[in-house]
C-alpha cells in the first residue's frame, strides 16, 4: 500500500494515517492511499469503524496546489469524498493542526468528526481564486446552514474548532492524545450500534428555506462587488446546494471549479502564494544564522520607528527607543503608545496584553542605552550625514554580536556601512509604513552584509509575522524602484493629456486600491517635493520632468493634511473632489513645454504602466537587485496595493503575453527612448516560448 497513507489495524478500527509533510497535502499517492485503505478496511470483516487522520503537524490542510497545473489523475478528491462517505462502516475524521480546504472536505465526507482543542479548520480556497471543488460547496451548507458555510468560503479565514459557530461541524472537542481519543469514540460508536452518517443525506441546514435563501441573495449582492470571480461562484453554488438534488450540485460545484482553476486569475493567486513563501528563502540563510533577538533597539521615534516599536512589542519583544532629547523621547513613547491604544479600541489587543507589551517598553536620550541590545534599527530622517553620525556612534557603544540595521528607503547601504568597524553587521530593513500592520518587510543585503545579519533579519522578519524579501542596493531598492517608474509614466500622462483624475480612475479599475495621484495626496506632497530639491543638483538635464507636483507644492497644497493636492478636501473631508485649478496649473505647464494634449484610454494608462513597471522589475533582475520575479510580484502586492488577483506586475505580464507587452515598450521607447529602454530579457523569453514565472520555478 502507498507509503503515503499509513495502514493500522487497532482492534476492530482501521487507521488511516496521512503521511505526506510538511502539511500532508491531498497529493495522487495519497489519495490513492486513502482509497486503497478504504477497500482493505471494508473487506476486512474484523474492522468495524475507520479512522482518518494526519501524522505530523497536521490533519491535511488540502489538495496539493501543485497539482493543479495538469489535469488530475485518478481518484480525484471529489471521488475519494464520495467514497468515504458510501462507505458500509462508519468513518470518523480525527482532526488536528489546520484541516483546510480539501482537507477539510475529507472531514466532511466522514461520517463523524472529533477534533484536538487547538485545531483550526476551514476553507480558504477563494484565496487561490477557486472554490471547494470537492463537495465542500454542498456538504459544507448541509452541516452548516448557509450562513457559516458562506462565512468559511467566502473569508477563506480559518475557524478555531472551539469556536462556538464550529459545533455544528464537529462531534466532539478533545484535549490530550487526539489518536486515542478517536479510538475511544469509535468504540462507542461501535458499541451502540451506530450507522454511518452521510452529510449529502442531511437536510436540516435546509430546514429554513426562506432563511438559507435571504442569505444567499444578501451574500450575492456583496461579492458581486468584489473584482475576483470565485466569490460569485461560490455563492451560486451554495444556492445550488439548496435548490438541487446532491448529485447534481457536485456537478454544478464541479464545473465551476473547472472554470475557476483555468482562469488568470486564479493562477495569479497561486503564484503569489508560491511566491511569498519562496521569497522568505534568501540564499544568505545557508550560510548564516541568526542571533536571538529578545531586546532591540530602535533609533528615531517617528512615525516609522513608533511603528517598528509598536510591532516588535506586539511579538513579545523588548524594546529600547533611543531619541536626541527628552521632548522628543516623550513624543516617541506617546506615539508607541497611541498604536497600542488605538488596537485597544478596536478590539484587537486586549487590556492585559497592552499592559504586558508597554511593560517591555522603554526609552532613552542618549545612544548608550544601546549597548546591552540585540539588534538596533535606526529609523530617522532619510539623511547620510545623520545616519552615518548615529552608525559611527553606535560602533562604539553595542557589542561585537549586535546586529545593525538602517530602515533607510532609498540611501545606499553600502555608504552607510563605511563608517562601521564590522559592516558586515549591517543589514538594511525596509519597513512600510504603518509598520505595525503592513507585511512586508524588504531585507536590503549590501556589498559587505554578512549572513548572519541577513539571518536575523529574516528571523526577525518571521517574529513579526511579516514577508521578507531581498533586495540589492540601488536609489530605492525593489519596491520604491518599481514605484518610481510607475509614478513616473503616470506623470508623463499627465502631462501629455489624461487629467489625474483619470488616471486615477483607470488605476483602480485596475485593481490599485488607490490611484496613484491619491497616493501621492495622502502620504503628502512635500516628502517627494524635499527629496526632489536634494537630487536637483544631480538630475540629468535630459531626463523629462513634470513640474506640476513642484507648482502644487509651491502653493503649500500638500495633499490631504492641507486640504489640497491633487484633489480638493473641503472642510477636512477624506476623499478628495477634482479641482479644476490643479486641471489649469496642468494646462499652463503643458502650453509651457509645448505639448499638444492627447487623450487616453483607459486600456493604454493600464498598459503603460505595466510595462513601466514590469520593464523596471526586469532591470532588477538583470542587475541582480531582485532575486526572482515572484520577489518583485511579493513587493508590489504587500507594500503597494497592487491586486493580490493579478498576482504582481511580472506575472501580469505574464498573462499580457511577453511579445505583446515587448511590441508596447518599442512603441513607448520610440517616444522617450531615455526612459523606455526595453530590456533584453522580454526578448529571449517570448523567443524561447518562456514566461518569467519559469524564471520563478527556476530559481
Ligand atoms: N499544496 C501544496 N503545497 C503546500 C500546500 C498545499 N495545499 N500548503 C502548504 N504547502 C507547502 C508550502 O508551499 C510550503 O512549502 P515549502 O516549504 O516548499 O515552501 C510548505 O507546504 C509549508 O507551508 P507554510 O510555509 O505555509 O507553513 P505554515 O506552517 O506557515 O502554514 C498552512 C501551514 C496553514 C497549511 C499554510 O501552508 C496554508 O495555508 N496552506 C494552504 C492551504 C490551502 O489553501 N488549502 C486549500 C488548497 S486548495 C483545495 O484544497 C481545493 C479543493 O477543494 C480540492
Given at each position: 500500500m502507498s507509503d503515503a497513507v499509513i495502514y493500522q489495524v487497532e482492534g476492530d478500527v482501521a487507521v488511516l494515517a496521512v503521511n505526506n509533510?510538511?502539511?500532508?497535502?491531498?497529493s495522487h499517492a495519497v489519495r490513492v492511499g486513502l482509497v486503497e485503505g478504504l477497500d482493505h478496511a471494508l473487506a476486512?470483516?474484523?474492522?468495524?469503524a475507520i479512522m482518518l487522520i494526519g501524522m505530523?503537524?497536521?490533519?491535511?490542510?488540502?489538495?496539493?496546489?501543485?497539482?493543479?497545473?495538469?489535469a488530475p489523475k485518478d481518484p480525484w478528491l471529489p471521488e475519494v469524498c464520495n467514497r468515504l462517505e458510501a462507505a458500509s462502516k462508519p468513518v470518523i475524521a480525527a482532526v488536528h493542526g489546520t484541516a483546510l480546504g480539501g482537507g477539510f472536505e475529507v472531514a466532511l465526507g466522514a461520517h463523524y468528526r472529533i477534533a484536538d482543542d487547538k485545531a483550526a479548520f476551514g476553507l480558504p480556497e477563494v484565496t487561490l481564486?477557486?472554490?471547494?471543488?470537492?463537495?465542500g460547496t454542498q456538504r459544507a451548507p448541509r452541516l452548516g446552514g448557509a450562513e457559516v458555510a458562506l462565512d468559511l468560503m467566502l473569508s477563506g479565514r480559518p475557524m478555531k474548532v472551539?469556536?462556538?459557530?464550529?459545533g455544528v461541524f464537529f462531534d466532539r472537542v478533545v484535549s490530550g492524545d487526539l489518536r486515542q481519543a478517536a479510538l475511544e469514540y469509535a468504540a462507542e460508536i461501535i458499541a451502540d450500534g451506530a450507522n454511518p452518517r452521510p452529510t449529502?443525506?442531511?437536510t436540516d441546514g435546509f430546514r429554513d428555506a426562506a432563511d438559507y435563501q435571504s442569505v444567499v441573495q444578501d451574500k450575492l449582492a456583496e461579492v458581486s462587488?468584489?473584482?475576483?470571480?470565485a466569490p460569485v461562484e461560490i455563492v451560486r453554488c451554495v444556492e445550488a446546494a439548496a435548490l438541487l438534488p446532491f448529485d447534481t450540485g457536485m456537478a454544478f460545484e464541479r464545473a465551476a471549479f473547472d472554470t475557476l482553476v483555468a482562469s488568470d486569475h486564479s493562477d495569479a493567486l497561486r503564484h503569489i502564494f508560491f511566491a511569498e513563501r519562496k521569497a522568505?528563502?534568501?540564499?544568505e540563510l545557508a550560510q548564516g544564522t541568526a542571533r536571538d533577538i529578545d531586546r532591540v533597539g530602535i533609533v528615531g521615534g517617528g512615525t516609522m520607528g513608533a511603528g517598528i516599536a509598536a510591532a516588535c512589542l506586539s511579538a513579545g519583544l523588548r524594546v529600547m527607543l533611543v531619541e536626541r532629547d527628552g521632548t522628543l523621547l516623550d513624543k516617541g513613547l506617546s506615539r508607541i503608545r497611541d498604536i497600542l491604544e488605538r488596537d485597544v479600541r478596536r478590539g484587537r489587543l486586549g487590556i492585559d496584553r497592552f499592559e504586558d507589551h508597554l511593560s517591555r517598553l522603554q526609552g532613552r536620550?542618549?545612544?548608550?542605552?544601546?549597548?546591552?541590545?540585540?539588534l538596533v534599527i535606526e529609523a530617522v530622517i532619510e539623511e547620510m550625514d545623520v545616519k552615518q553620525q548615529i552608525f559611527a556612534q553606535l560602533d562604539g557603544i553595542v557589542g561585537e554580536n549586535t546586529v545593525l540595521a538602517t530602515n533607510t528607503s532609498y540611501l545606499d547601504i553600502n555608504e552607510i556601512a563605511?563608517?562601521?568597524?564590522?559592516?558586515?553587521?549591517l543589514v538594511g530593513l525596509h519597513f512600510f509604513s504603518p509598520a505595525h500592520v503592513m507585511r512586508l518587510l524588504e531585507v536590503v543585503v549590501g556589498e559587505r552584509t554578512g549572513a548572519d545579519a541577513v539571518a536575523t533579519g529574516v528571523a526577525l522578519a518571521k517574529r513579526l509575522g511579516k514577508i521578507p524579501v531581498r533586495s540589492g542596493v540601488?536609489?530605492?531598492?525593489i519596491g520604491n524602484s518599481v514605484f518610481a517608474a510607475y509614478r513616473a509614466v503616470c506623470d508623463f500622462m499627465m502631462e501629455d493629456g489624461a487629467s489625474p483624475y483619470e488616471i486615477d480612475k483607470a488605476m483602480r479599475s485596475f485593481?490599485?486600491?488607490?490611484?496613484p495621484f491619491q497616493v501621492s495626496d495622502l502620504a503628502g506632497l512635500d516628502i517627494a517635493w524635499a527629496r526632489r530639491k536634494r537630487l536637483a543638483p544631480t538630475r540629468d538635464p535630459a531626463d523629462r520632468y513634470v513640474v506640476v507636483a513642484d507648482r502644487l507644492c509651491e502653493r503649500g497644497w500638500f495633499g490631504q493634511k492641507t486640504g489640497r493636492g491633487y484633489y480638493r478636501y473641503p472642510d477636512g473631508a477624506r476623499k478628495g473632489e477634482p479641482d479644476p485649478e490643479v486641471l489649469a496649473i496642468i494646462e499652463a505647464e503643458r502650453a509651457v513645454a509645448g505639448i499638444v494634449p492627447r487623450s487616453f484610454s483607459v486600456k493604454e494608462i493600464q498598459r503603460r504602466v505595466l510595462a513601466a513597471m514590469a520593464n523596471t522589475g526586469a532591470r532588477l533582475l538583470r542587475e541582480g537587485i531582485?532575486?526572482?520575479?515572484g520577489d518583485i510580484d511579493t513587493v508590489l502586492v504587500h507594500?503597494?496595493?497592487?491586486?493580490r488577483w493579478r498576482g504582481g506586475p511580472m506575472k501580469t505580464a505574464d498573462q499580457a503575453g511577453l511579445l505583446a507587452l515587448k511590441a508596447d515598450l518599442e512603441r513607448f521607447a520610440a517616444e522617450y527612448p531615455r526612459f523606455w529602454q526595453v530590456e533584453p530579457v522580454f526578448d529571449a523569453l517570448q523567443r524561447e516560448g518562456r514566461h518569467f514565472s519559469d524564471l520563478d520555478r527556476e530559481s
Open positions: 509533510p510538511p502539511v500532508n497535502a491531498l476486512d470483516d474484523t474492522v468495524r505530523g503537524r497536521t490533519f491535511p490542510a488540502g489538495a496539493d496546489i501543485r497539482e493543479f497545473v495538469s481564486g477557486i472554490l471547494p471543488g470537492a463537495g472551539t469556536d462556538k459557530r464550529a449529502r443525506d442531511i462587488r468584489r473584482p475576483e470571480i522568505a528563502k534568501l540564499p536620550d542618549d545612544l548608550v542605552a544601546m549597548a546591552d541590545m540585540d563605511s563608517v562601521l568597524e564590522q559592516p558586515e553587521m540601488c536609489d530605492g531598492f485593481g490599485m486600491a488607490l490611484g531582485a532575486t526572482r520575479p507594500g503597494y496595493g497592487y491586486p
